[in-house]
């Protein structure tokens, strides 16, 4: 159980285009998600809270209009590169609190690799 | 906020040897401390988690250990195997109930 999906894997987009990243919580219900993004052989940045029907809740530093999240349900949410540029090259996962485990118990997705060309 | 630092960075150990990764954490209020596994290019998984209650847990080869008056934590791995090899992360839920991350350990299992 508590299995999260994230698509897609892999994307390759042009300059200036937008991306979007779904996750969802396959099995359970997430009120919580979480985004990070990791670059080569670093470790993962938390980027954002995703709160189900609510604004997300951003970390310092990170542009909260370059990276649009939505939560428009219990089991997913979005995440969209506005505006990609090459620097926003990168692995982004996402990530959901397990259900009845209390504290910070999560499930991984399998991240998307984002190319901007 | 939490600040994790994780050592070492890189580790390499002959196969069937220990290994062990250290963590340090600045926030005393934090009260749960999973340790992930990441294969390249594949997500992080949890191996073993310990919560600010218990001082040791253990299942099978993994065994963690948490000091709070130090605020440090560590993983043991013994008899280590070739499939051992990936990078591991600490974390830790700080005040702000949000997980933070150690900046990784790659573990290196020589045949």
């Known amino acids: 159980g508590a299995v999260v999906s994230q698509h897609p894997s892999r994307v390759i987009c042009k300059s200036g285009t937008s991306v979007k990243i779904e996750c969802r919580s396959l099995d359970f219900q997430a009120t919580t998600m979480f985004w990070y993004r990791q670059f080569p052989k670093k470790s993962l940045m938390l980027m954002a809270t995703?709160?189900?029907?609510?604004?997300?809740?951003?970390e310092q530093g990170v542009e909260k209009d370059k990276f649009l999240i939505n939560h428009a349900s219990l089991t997913l949410s979005t995440l969209t590169v506005t505006s990609a540029h090459p620097e926003d090259s990168s692995f982004y996962i996402c990530s959901a609190r397990r259900p009845r485990t209390g504290a910070n118990v999560l499930t991984f997705g399998a991240g998307s690799r984002l190319t901007v060309l | 906020g939490e600040n994790v630092e994780q050592h070492p960075s890189t580790l390499s150990v002959q196969e069937g040897d220990s290994a062990v990764i250290k963590c340090t954490y600045s926030?005393?209020?934090?009260?749960?401390f999973p340790w992930y596994k990441q294969e390249l290019g594949k997500r992080p998984q949890l191996i073993i988690d310990i919560r600010s209650n218990v001082g040791e847990k253990k299942d099978q080869r993994i065994a963690v250990t948490l000091n709070k008056t130090a605020k440090h934590f560590s993983l043991h791995i013994t008899e280590t195997q070739p499939e051992d090899s990936a990078v591991y992360f600490c974390?830790?839920?700080?005040?702000?109930?949000?997980?933070?991350f150690g900046s990784g350990t790659q573990l290196t299992v020589l045949p």
């Open positions: 926030d005393s209020a934090s009260n749960y």
């Open positions: 995703s709160n189900e029907g609510s604004k997300a809740t951003y």
């Open positions: 974390a830790a839920t700080g005040s702000a109930r949000q997980l933070t």
